[in-house]
């Protein structure tokens, strides 16, 4: 039997956004994190909302109708963490959580 029989089949649509909601959505951010990979602070967002949200807006819809992804948003950092339950020797009590 293949594994993935079980597996149901699930859908999700993207919608486009609007400038108001990525600018809402940087309004949002907490400056007080660091840079990720890309190593611009989240404080040049804020700073930048005017222009950057309507940039970002494009971007972002461009991805949604043209079903493209930049591989750079594609990357993560994987740390792992103890799940807080069994012996902390055994692997399997610790689960990868990905970080951009």
Do not use: Q
Not at 6 to 19: A, C, G, N
Not at 55 to 68: A, G, K, M, Q, S
């Amino acid at each position: 039997m293949c594994p993935f029989s079980k597996l149901k089949e699930k859908t999700f649509d993207f919608h486009l956004i609007s400038v108001d909601s990525v600018v809402k959505l940087i309004r949002n951010l907490n400056a007080n994190n660091g840079p990720r990979i890309s190593d611009i602070s989240i404080k040049i967002f804020k700073y930048s909302e005017v222009i950057l949200g309507p940039v970002l807006t494009e971007l972002i819809n461009d991805c949604i109708t043209y079903c493209r992804v930049p591989d750079e948003w594609k990357c993560a950092k994987v740390t792992v963490i103890y799940k807080n339950k069994g012996p902390i020797e055994i692997i399997k009590n610790y689960r990868g959580i990905s970080v951009p």
